[in-house]
């Protein structure tokens, strides 16, 4: 019978933060897949854990993820784990999260730190729609379109960021978003933990670029054309359909329109008309 594979997430500074659960896991399981092994053993002997490890980086993902799969598949149980926080998210996981699921084993999550979350919740931002951008790359041309992609995302944004890069960034996001509101959380769970939040100008110039960072952005305002289709969304289906005729469409344009609003096949719509 298969093994299991638990996705166990790690503090991201204060170890007081991992579970119950996930140090009974991993104090349970055959094997540990850690992205640092040398880290991974700072934390299982902080918890006197004593388990044979192996290395899974993002540049071995794919080949060593087959001979993890093959060991759940004699029955080991195995947890994966990055260095810190949720494995997947910006760190190595998803290749062998897939692989394990094409093999019908079963992936266990142990929830536990995650820093966009935490950055996000605290950022004082809208948290009922966010986007995960992650890292942005390194290249200039390639930051550059990807900001200017997402310029009228109008859902908070999370972005991590190396201390190193992160100067580069904002006055990078300044020039292509505009002077946003963000929110920088840097060192959380750490003793130095702190969020400066502000507009991205007065950010820079007063920003110490040292520690782990996630900087959280202001989605763009909503277009007038974006609230006036979310109203005409909120309507009933004999209400759209009034707006449209009274502006002097007719009954094959009505349906088209509204199924372009509502973003569905017009035979949906049309089938409510006949
Ligand atoms: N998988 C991790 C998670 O669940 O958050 C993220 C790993 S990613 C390689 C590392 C990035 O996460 C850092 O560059 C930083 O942007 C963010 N980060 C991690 N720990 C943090 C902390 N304690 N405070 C602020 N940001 C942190």
């Known amino acids: 019978m298969n093994g299991k594979l638990y996705v166990v997430a790690t503090p991201i500074?204060?170890?007081d933060d991992i579970t119950y659960r996930a140090i009974n896991v991993l104090k349970e399981v055959d094997l540990i897949v850690a992205e640092d092994t040398r880290h991974t053993l700072k934390l299982l002997n902080h918890f006197n854990i004593s388990k044979p490890l192996i290395s899974y980086y993002k540049e071995t993902e794919r080949i060593k993820a087959n001979t993890i799969i093959e060991k759940i598949k004699e029955g080991k149980n195995i947890a994966v784990v990055?260095?810190?926080?949720?494995?997947?998210?910006?760190?190595?996981?998803?290749?062998?999260?897939k692989e394990a699921i094409k093999e019908n084993i079963d992936v266990v999550p142990i929830p536990g730190a995650c820093a966009a979350i935490n950055a996000l919740i605290c950022s004082g931002m809208k948290t009922t729609e966010f986007v995960f951008i992650g890292f942005l790359s390194a290249k200039s041309k390639e930051k550059n379109e990807k900001l200017n992609s997402i310029k009228n995302e109008t859902r908070t944004m999370i972005f991590y960021e190396?201390?190193?890069?992160?100067i580069d960034t904002l006055e990078c996001m300044l020039k292509i978003l505009?002077?946003?509101?963000?929110?920088?959380?840097?060192?959380?769970?750490?003793?130095?933990?702190?969020?400066?939040?502000?507009?991205?100008?007065e950010i820079l110039n007063c920003l110490e670029v040292k520690g782990e960072m996630v900087i959280i952005v202001e989605g763009a305002e909503k277009s007038e054309s974006q609230l006036e289709l979310e109203d005409r969304n909120k309507m009933t289906l004999q209400e759209h359909y009034d707006f449209y005729q009274k502006?002097?469409?007719?009954?094959?344009?009505?349906?088209?329109?509204?199924?372009?609003?509502?973003?569905?096949?017009?035979?949906?719509?049309?089938?409510?008309?006949?």
């Open 13 to 15: 500074g204060n170890l």
């Open 247 to 274: 502006k002097g469409y007719d009954k094959k344009e009505i349906i088209k329109l509204i199924a372009k609003d509502r973003g569905v096949n017009k035979n949906e719509i049309y089938k409510e008309f006949i």
């Open 178 to 201: 505009g002077d946003r509101e963000i929110s920088i959380a840097r060192e959380m769970t750490k003793i130095h933990e702190e969020f400066i939040r502000g507009k991205i100008s």
């Open 82 to 97: 990055s260095d810190a926080g949720t494995p997947g998210i910006s760190d190595p996981g998803e290749v062998l999260i």
């Open 162 to 166: 190396a201390p190193h890069k992160v």
